[in-house]
């Protein structure tokens, strides 16, 4: 097997950013008058935001989508300086970039919230190129960032390998024809990821930089 590139979702996979973007979409979800339980918003986690709000509340009208989206951003920046890298986070990129692989990130978020991310990350000399929502119409779980991520990489998607926590991360990877691996680091179960199409499954970065000579 060749490994040309490894694709990395950031939230919940590299930085440990899932909950409180549950606590910022619940709160959000209160200011624009739409109480939302927790644990809905968290099996949402990792998807486009229009996607989110429409399986969290329903199909709402474009302003109330907007008011909610602004809100959700706010409460989250304010949040920015609990931001953490999971461990071995950085050394699991620069393991693979030294073995001369491509590292992409590839994200679901906007690029304000992923030059956050990066910063907490601290490993951008390990870091080919990003992608971000904000390079296609669609976020996950449609494949479009993937796509965006495999041509940066100039790799083909059988040379490729997705990295990530969400069941959204592994429809995404096989939509867009690339293998993948998912993280429980973000909450989701090691059942629901493999259903989803993971071939394998770790604990967080850690657990795979530990495996890294049998996965790549």
Do not use: C
């Not at 474009?62 to 050394?91: C, M, V």
């Not at 870091?127 to 940066?152: F, M, N, Q, W, Y």
Request: charged content about 30%.
């Amino acid at each position: 097997m060749t490994t040309s590139a490894v694709l990395f979702d950031v939230d919940g996979t590299l930085v440990d950013s899932n909950f409180l973007h549950v606590d910022a979409w619940q709160r959000a979800f209160a200011e624009v008058g739409s109480a939302a339980d927790a644990w809905r918003i968290h099996r949402a986690i990792g998807q486009d935001s229009a996607r989110l709000l429409r399986d969290v509340a329903g199909e709402r009208d474009e302003e109330w989508t907007e008011r909610a989206k602004d809100a959700h951003s706010r409460l989250y920046r304010e949040q920015a300086g609990r931001l953490r890298a999971f461990d071995s986070a950085a050394e699991l990129l620069r393991a693979i970039a030294g073995r001369g692989i491509l590292v992409v990130l590839a994200t679901s978020a906007p690029d304000d919230e992923l030059t956050t991310l990066r910063e907490a990350i601290d490993a951008d000399d390990a870091v080919h190129a990003a992608t971000s929502a904000d390079d296609v119409d669609a976020a996950k779980p449609d494949p479009g960032i993937l796509e965006v991520a495999l041509e940066r990489a100039g790799s083909p998607a059988a040379e490729a390998l997705m990295v990530g926590d969400s069941v959204w991360d592994m429809i995404a990877a096989g939509r867009a024809g690339v293998r993948a691996v998912g993280l429980r680091s973000g909450g989701v179960s090691e059942a629901e990821l493999r259903e989803a199409g993971a071939v394998e499954v770790f604990d967080d970065p850690a657990a795979l930089l530990a495996a890294l000579e049998r996965v790549l």
